[in-house]
């Protein structure tokens, strides 16, 4: 279906040793493009469609927001846990020490 993918300019290659035969689907929807896109379009079901998907990358962009203060606060927690287990390993060996010295 998609073996000859072209460009508005060229045609990728099916030469595999360079760098022209790397062959991708297309991107179905930017968020630019649907704003873009609805502007032209005119028909009603037009409209709800263009909204469906606008509502759908903002509900991604709000998704990716709280993935990653969520990958913040996991980073932060390990950190934390890191230097916690250096402090009791650090408390560990003045025990022992001090243990040894008796």
Excluded at 2 to 8: P, T
Excluded at 22 to 31: M, S
Excluded at 42 to 48: I, K
Excluded at 60 to 74: G, P, T, V
């Amino acid at each position: 279906m998609f073996a000859n993918l072209k460009s508005q300019f060229a045609t990728s290659s099916l030469d595999e040793n360079t760098h022209d035969a790397r062959r991708k689907l297309p991107f179905a929807f930017t968020g630019q493009g649907i704003a873009m896109l609805s502007s032209v379009l005119r028909s009603e079901v037009d409209a709800h469609v263009s909204i469906r998907i606008m509502d759908t990358f903002v509900k991604m962009r709000k998704h990716m927001s709280n993935a990653s203060l969520l990958y913040e606060k996991m980073n932060t927690m390990e950190i934390r846990q890191i230097a916690m287990e250096e402090k009791t390993e650090r408390r560990f060996e003045q025990v022992f020490n001090y243990i040894e010295s008796q």
